[in-house]
């Protein structure tokens, strides 16, 4: 069955410095998804990406955080300047199309900023 | 925007007993209802969904309910087995962000009692 992969599974970094997560989404999927779960608390929408740009972001997605498609397969999450309420798990999903649900999600980066 | 209550928070059942767990949405917009099971450093599976158009869907043991004018929907799940101890999220969409975001519930942690 296909899977989203998300690398690497779980990222230390120090608060301030800037982390890249990365997810390679179903390969004929076209949306593509973040969202966080901070530990013990409910999975919150991040960003949707269609067509090269961004379609939804949610009052978190600020100005620290961005989203690329680098090339072909590759789904990136940027922080750049983290600070300790950025830990969370991390995770990306992707879906075929837009407005039949069916999101598929990765298995998630748990990031945790010291 | 679209909130999403759920609960119990936790739930204990015996195996080969029955599992409800229900949620509501505020959102009378939302139109698509998926529910997600996650295990424990894996991310959210998808293991049943419903769109407003419908009322009930089963699949095997599985069933969820949708009550559209009291805005809220229920997952069943019967004949219990060990394997289906994890968490459950329900979710909700809304045509008003084009079915894109999920708004998730805070989630039920279901244990299996063998």
């Known amino acids: 069955e296909p899977e989203v992969t998300q690398t690497p599974s779980h990222q230390v970094t120090q608060m301030g410095q800037e982390v890249i997560l990365r997810c390679v989404p179903i390969s004929n999927h076209l949306y593509f998804y973040w969202y966080r779960q901070i530990l013990g608390q409910k999975v919150e929408f991040l960003v949707s990406?269609?067509?090269?740009?961004?379609?939804?972001k949610s009052e978190i997605f600020d100005d620290q955080f961005s989203v690329e498609r680098p090339d072909g397969s590759n789904f990136t999450l940027k922080i750049r300047s983290t600070k300790l309420e950025d830990s969370a798990m991390y995770f990306c999903?992707?879906?075929?199309?837009?407005?039949?649900?069916?999101?598929?999600f990765g298995s998630g980066t748990r990031l945790t900023v010291v | 925007g679209e909130n999403v209550e759920q609960h119990p928070s936790t739930l204990s059942v015996q195996e080969g007993d029955s599992a409800v767990i229900k949620c509501t949405y505020s959102?009378?917009?939302?139109?698509?209802f998926p529910w997600y099971k996650q295990e424990l450093g894996k991310g959210p599976q998808l293991i049943i969904d419903i769109r407003s158009n419908v009322g009930e869907k089963k699949d095997q043991r599985i069933a969820v309910t949708l009550n559209k004018t009291a805005k809220h929907f229920s997952l069943h799940i019967t004949e219990t087995q060990p394997e289906d101890s994890a968490v459950y999220f329900c979710a909700a969409s809304s045509p008003n962000f084009g079915n894109e975001k999920l708004t998730f519930g805070t989630g039920t942690r279901l244990t299996i009692i063998p």
């Open positions: 959102d009378s917009a939302s139109n698509y």
């Open positions: 999903a992707s879906s075929e199309a837009r407005g039949t649900g069916g999101y598929t």
């Open positions: 990406f269609y067509n090269n740009e961004i379609s939804e």
